[in-house]
């Protein structure tokens, strides 16, 4: 389960704070296919990123599995995101250098050897990218760079996805993908939070949020 207590996230500028989430409590169950929706500028990624253990909130705490995340050194975190979490963003945020199958690698906490190249390429597979194992990201097309994303998050079987506007790059064809391959993972046992403008995955959520001015209204 995640709990979010009383979270607070501020931001100092120059001119004045802005608060992005203000007194947040909320509980989201395992296996809960959750999503999080309100329009721009009211606080969805900064949650997201807060129960990601990627931005600290101002107070308040999280807990996942009954672990205060930030309670814990920053090496432990990022442990525990690695084993636990695994992340999906709208910008794919894959190394432009590396292949297919070593963008899939590159997750986190991953031993490179030959039974975790064997698992890369299995999900490579069944996510319809077997042909494209060696091209780069430039020689993919967006949706093909997503499921690339899609399969860096999940090799490593993590408890949690988080996803942050997954199919905002994307066409109607390749959003309906995205979406059903989160769907396919939650089936399976896993926990979904995603982040979205659109409607796309509102027939498989069992839990919805909706945000404004940092506030669930």
Known sequence: MIQLHHI??????LSKPTEALQDL????????????????????????????GMLKPSSGTVRIQGQDIYSLKNNERSRFR????GFVFQSF????????????????????????????????????????????PSELSAGEC???????????????????????????????EVINILHDYHKKGGTVILVSHGKDADRYADHMIVLEKGKII
Do not use: W
Not at 102 to 127: C, F, M, P, R, Y
């Open 146 to 176: 997503q499921r690339v994303a899609l399969a860096r998050a999940l090799i490593h079987q993590p408890a949690f996805i988080l996803a942050d506007e997954p199919t905002g790059n994307l066409d109607p064809e390749n959003s309906a």
């Open 25 to 52: 409590n909320l509980d989201i169950n395992e296996r809960a296919f959750c999503v999080i929706r309100g329009p721009s500028g009211s606080g969805k990624t900064t949650l997201l990123m807060c129960i990601g």
């Open 8 to 13: 607070n996230k501020t931001f100092n500028s």
């Open 82 to 85: 690695a084993s636990s979490i």
């Open 93 to 136: 945020y894959l190394v432009p250098y590396l292949n297919v199958v070593e963008n899939v690698l590159l997750s986190g906490g991953l031993v490179k050897d030959g039974n975790e190249q064997h698992k890369a390429t299995e999900l490579i597979d069944q996510l319809g990218l077997s042909d494209r194992i060696l091209h780069k």
